[in-house]
């Protein structure tokens, strides 16, 4: 396969991540608005997981293996993503936003590509070269820019969103390696379990449910920005790798600045212009990396998102042409070659 073919492949996922992060992105000063309303963050938490899971459960009624979805490592791996990233990290974003401006919460979610990154490098086996190091420091000098106008005088809430961004980058790339799940099934799975459990506890240490309002619209919030997004970002990065799909949606702070701006009417800052040029640069860094060697793959049975102009998937279906993403258990002999890759389900192989 050539490297133009492999990047026309990559096109469709690297799509799946900026729309996710457009979502996503949108919500943080929407949840600001929730916050400075009638509800409490444990309990926004759970609604916005709610939300995520009740859209996508007509969507996770289909697909997947049941064996598969029964094995223990899948079993840990969804766990730990439903604990960090459905839990934890919204509960801790959330108790930080509260306290803090939106756009300044939306730039510190930057730190999350960094985690993402280190937890992919020295816990996943994803190999980092140093364009994929490059752009990523990029992407952190970008969010230091634009948070420096408040000197991080915010302590507790930048730390607060600090531990989301270690959660979610766990959950990051917990969910790029999860076999046997469509990218609904996961979601739907993360959003009805951490949704409840949050907003259990939100209604105990909180008080009662918000007002109707309140309610719907967090429930909308949560069914576009998490529901929606999450399937986006799991599609992506089960073809893109942890730190690539991370580094695209990494964009997702900038629309939430410009949220700010134009629905909250937070203060506009030179310096953002800046930080916009960064990131731009970072990502054309990032997709311009090349990393190709003569590589093994054992034989192996699995369930995922995926084309047939991948070089991988050489199984033929007289109904699907080549380009159709799907999904389905499929087999693969144990195959050696070279090509441009990066580090998605078929490439988990240790680079000494």
């Keep these: 396969m050539t490297e ?48 995520a899971g009740l859209a996508t459960l007509p969507f996770a009624r289909h697909g997947g293996v049941a064996a598969r979805r029964r094995d223990p490592v899948n079993l840990r791996r969804l766990a730990g993503a439903v604990l960090f990233g459905g839990v934890l990290g919204p509960a801790a974003l959330l108790i930080g936003l509260r306290s803090a401006p939106s756009a300044s919460v939306s730039l510190w979610l930057n730190l999350e590509t960094t985690a993402t990154a280190l937890l992919a490098w020295t816990l996943f086996r994803e190999n980092l070269d140093a364009r994929a190091w490059l752009a990523n420091g990029l992407v952190v000098l970008a969010g230091v820019l634009l948070a420096a106008h408040e000197g991080f005088g915010l302590a507790p809430a930048a730390g607060l969103v600090l531990v989301a961004c270690v959660c979610w980058g766990l959950d990051n790339n917990l969910t790029a390696i999860i076999d046997g799940y469509t990218p609904a099934q996961t979601t739907m799975a993360k959003g009805l379990v951490a949704g409840t459990v949050n907003l259990g506890l939100g209604l105990a240490l909180e008080g009662g449910l918000p007002d109707l309002f309140s309610l719907v619209a967090a429930l909308i919030v949560g069914a576009l920005a998490y529901g929606a997004s999450i399937v986006l970002y799991i599609r992506g990065a089960q073809q893109l790798g942890a730190t690539r799909s991370q580094m695209l949606f990494s964009t997702a702070p900038f629309l939430g600045v410009f949220v700010a701006w134009g629905v909250l009417g937070e203060p506009m800052l030179a310096s953002q212009g800046g930080a916009a040029a960064l990131m731009v640069l970072a990502l054309g860094i990032l997709f311009t990396s090349h990393h190709e060697h003569e590589h093994k ?33 499929h087999t693969h002999e144990a195959l050696a070659h070279q090509h441009p890759h990066v580090p998605d389900l078929h490439h988990r192989h240790r680079h000494r």
């Design 297 to 329: 793959h054992g034989a192996v049975t699995h369930t995922h998102v995926h084309n047939h102009n991948d070089g991988h998937h050489e199984h033929t279906h007289t109904d699907l042409p080549a380009d159709a993403w799907h999904t389905h258990e």
């Design 4 to 51: 133009a073919a492999t990047r026309r492949a990559g096109a469709l996922p690297v799509g799946w991540c900026l729309l996710s992060a457009a979502l996503f992105g949108a919500s943080t000063p929407a949840s600001k608005l929730l916050l400075d309303g009638s509800v409490g963050p444990l309990t926004l938490a759970g609604l916005l997981y709610l939300g």
